[in-house]
């Protein structure tokens, strides 16, 4: 049960089958599970998931031919005021890129690879497929 005041603006979004809302973990299980089927069906291949480095964590690894893809994936439900693609601030593009530094630094075998980071927003709207947006070389 929601404790705010019905006036309150800001309900929370509700899962596909109109039930429960979906928290913020769910919903972002559930948009980076889609966004890596997504770039699995592109031809990239699967290295890491929620890859940790100090205290930074990147969603996605995969490789692209001899290119090393660090992806950031971006979840929003429908009708929230950003988009998943609007919400990417410069200060997380500078966390992705440090901990994706000392990702690379503790695998030699990824020292010689070209790198790139992707971002895929995921847009999960009720009773509709999903809205998935990949930008490649985004930051």
């Not at 964590?57 to 979840?75: P, Q, S, Y």
């Amino acid at each position: 049960m929601d404790a705010r005041p019905p006036w309150w603006p800001f309900r929370p979004r509700r899962n596909e089958s109109g039930g429960e809302p979906l928290d913020r973990h769910e919903r972002g299980r559930r948009a980076e599970a889609l966004a890596l089927t997504h770039l699995e069906r592109a031809g990239l291949r699967r290295l890491a998931t929620n890859a940790r480095a100090g205290r930074g964590e990147i969603d996605l690894i995969v490789r692209d031919g001899d290119t090393l893809v660090f992806v950031e994936v971006r979840a929003r439900t429908g009708g929230a005021l950003v988009s998943a693609m609007e919400s990417l601030s410069a200060r997380k593009c500078a966390k992705v890129r440090e901990t994706a530094e000392r990702l690379i630094a503790q695998r030699p075998e990824w020292q010689a690879l070209y790198c790139r980071f992707d971002v895929v927003a995921v847009t999960l709207v009720v009773d509709r497929a999903p809205e998935i947006e990949w930008l490649p070389n985004a930051f």
